[in-house]
């Protein structure tokens, strides 16, 4: 496939579901891509990346935005709370918050820096141990908390288990957004984010049907 494939997959998504065009963000997933796969995407004007881990995405975009001007970077993989002010410096949303402590320092330092990046909060769909998020029945008791400390929560997060029907975990993020008020539904990689976008997610992660497979890490 390729990001013109891609765009034309949700654009044809969107219409399925009776979306307007343009209510999907495709995330170009970036994370241990080479340079110049990422340097093609860019060429092909896409401005919105994620990167799983702060240290490799503070080692290459800063150079690429120098080149290319502004890029829209999520954080999408789990984030430390020492890495907390450089991930804030550099992202522009962060995916990943996923617990009580990782939130207190993420409004301490907001207070200290002036801004914020948009703020997603992970649900473990699948309630799987070996997977970071709040759990569904603590999500909106955690919502409530963010939202005590000046966090604007623009959105909720998940990544269904491997081996489970992902549409089933998709609408539970549905329902638990529609609770809280929340808009934003992360949710949808390169193998189903058809169905994420019918049961409306409005950012989709895309990396190997973009870049082709990953390098060994």
Request: aromatic letters at 4%; one cysteine or more; hydrophobic letters at 40%.
């Amino acid at each position: 496939m390729s990001l013109t494939d891609i765009r034309t997959q949700i654009a044809s998504a969107e219409t399925q579901a009776g979306r307007p065009e343009g209510a999907v963000t495709l995330i170009a997933v970036s994370k241990v891509q080479p340079g110049p796969r990422i340097t093609q995407v860019l060429d092909q004007g896409h401005r919105c990346f994620g990167e799983n881990r702060v240290q490799e995405a503070a080692g290459k975009w800063p150079a690429f935005r120098d080149t290319y001007g502004d890029v829209d970077l999520h954080l999408i993989g789990p984030l430390q709370t020492n890495k907390a002010r450089q991930a804030m410096d550099l992202f522009n949303a962060i995916h990943t918050v996923d617990r009580p402590k990782l939130a207190k320092t993420i409004a301490r330092l907001a207070q200290d820096i002036g801004k914020c990046p948009a703020l997603f909060i992970q649900v473990n769909t699948g309630q799987e141990p070996q997977k970071a998020g709040i759990m569904p029945a603590d999500t909106d008791a955690f919502v409530a908390s963010c939202r005590a400390l000046d966090l604007s929560i623009c959105g909720l997060m998940c990544i269904p288990p491997i081996h489970e029907e992902p549409s089933l975990h998709f609408a539970l993020l549905k329902k638990l957004a529609d609770r809280n008020d929340l808009t934003g539904l992360s949710m949808g990689m390169s193998s189903d984010f058809k169905s994420a976008i019918a049961l409306g997610a409005t950012h989709v992660r895309v990396g190997s049907a973009i870049f082709g497979a990953r390098k060994a890490t």
